[in-house]
Structures are given as structure tokens and as C-alpha cells.
């Protein structure tokens, strides 16, 4: 119910031409800005993560491009138009499973559970060397702090853009990291696009609530 898909008019529509619904709406930008209710910003936001988790874990079938031209905000009704899916990933269920095994690892800091998610998904083996394979799974464990924090997040404030960048050249230039699964790189996409878009909003969310009902 926070959200509007358009519609596609058959009548219209053609080969070459594809006609949809006329969304009257406010850009998301108008909503990065601390004089906007922080209620009204961490609502969209609350929406943007609910709505990434139910693509990827009960869709399975992902919009990749998540930047904030792809949304409008509708201020009478206070929900999120979805504009572009231009760019998608599907996913198998095998897949997503092994990333639903990684969040509960991390959520119940269940170091075991996120080593065999980690080397399942392929982001190490377990022939790496010992370094290697802690490279990457500190990287995961740190790019999924939203999903582990208890109480609201703050994206703005958290710094964790930095963070991960600053690790994953320490691991590049240090024991090494292996080069993610290609599969994997459209939906790395969708989760920092995400996160990015929250921080812009100066965002409080309660992340680990809404991903528990996924895992």
C-alpha cells in the first residue's frame, strides 16, 4: 500500500511504444532536506528497504538502478511511485537463499552460519588462505550493519560508504579479496543505491525490524 506501480494501457501500447499511467508526483529530492518532517523522510525511506527486501527475498526479481529519478513521492497519499524498471535482476531461489543465510548470520551473530553463506555464494572458498577468507567475510559482516544495528539507523551519520571502501582496499592491497560472483554485481548495486538514497534523506530506520520477517 506505500507504493504505486504504474500501469500499463494496453490499448496504447505497441510494439515500439510502451504507454503507462501519468504519475503526478514530487521528486525524492525534494525530500533531502532537513526541513522536510524527519517522519515524512524516514517513512519513504522505511519503504525504500521494506520494498528492496521483498524484491530480493520474496520476488526474487530486483530493480538494479535504484537512484532517486527512478521515484516520485506522492504528498497526498504519502506513498512512493515506482518509475523505471529498466534495469532488473532475477534471481534463483538457491541464490537468494544464500543471502537470506548471510543476513541471519549476521543478525544473530552467527559467525559459523555467514562463513558457509560467504563461500556457498562465492565470495571466498574455503582453499583461500584463512586471511583471505576473513577479508571478505568482515567486508559483509560490515556492509550489512544496517540489518544488525538494534533500534533506528542512522544513515547519514553512520559513515559506512567509508568504512567499506576504506576495508576493501586494505583486503585488496593487503591478503586479497576475490573478485565477486558476476550475478552478484547488479544487486550490490541495488543495496548501496539504497542505502545511498536513505543517507541522502537524513534517515532513521529501524532496519533490523524489517528484515527479521525475511529471514
Not at 563461500?119 to 568482515?138: C, K, S, T, V, W
Not at 543517507?199 to 533490523?208: E, K, M, Q, W
Request: proline share 7%.
Amino acid at each position: 500500500p506505500d507504493v504505486v506501480v504504474p500501469r500499463v494501457d494496453r490499448s496504447l501500447t505497441t510494439r515500439h511504444i510502451l504507454a503507462m499511467d501519468w504519475i503526478d508526483g514530487e521528486p525524492l529530492e525534494s525530500l533531502a532536506s532537513e526541513a522536510v518532517p524527519a517522519a515524512r523522510r524516514n517513512a519513504v525511506a522505511r519503504t525504500l528497504q521494506d520494498l528492496m527486501f521483498r524484491e530480493l527475498f520474496e520476488f526474487r526479481f530486483v530493480q538494479t538502478d535504484p537512484n532517486m529519478a527512478n521515484y516520485l513521492y506522492l504528498p497526498a497519499t504519502h506513498q512512493v511511485a515506482l518509475l523505471d524498471l529498466g534495469s532488473v535482476g532475477e534471481y534463483s531461489a538457491e541464490f537468494v537463499d544464500g543471502y537470506r543465510r548471510v543476513c541471519r548470520g549476521v543478525v544473530h551473530d552467527d559467525p559459523a552460519l555467514v562463513r558457509q553463506a560467504v563461500f556457498d555464494l562465492g565470495y571466498a572458498h574455503p582453499d583461500d588462505p584463512e586471511p583471505m577468507q576473513r577479508n571478505a567475510i568482515e567486508i559483509i559482516q560490515l556492509v550489512c550493519e544496517p540489518f544488525a544495528h538494534r533500534g533506528a539507523y542512522d544513515f547519514a551519520a553512520s559513515g559506512l560508504v567509508g568504512r567499506a571502501r576504506d576495508l576493501g582496499l586494505k583486503a585488496a592491497f593487503g591478503h586479497g579479496l576475490r573478485s565477486p560472483p558476476p550475478e552478484t554485481m547488479f544487486l550490490h548495486r541495488k543495496l548501496v543505491g539504497t542505502f545511498m538514497i536513505c543517507a541522502r534523506l537524513h534517515a532513521h530506520v529501524n532496519v533490523h525490524a524489517l528484515i527479521k520477517r525475511f529471514l
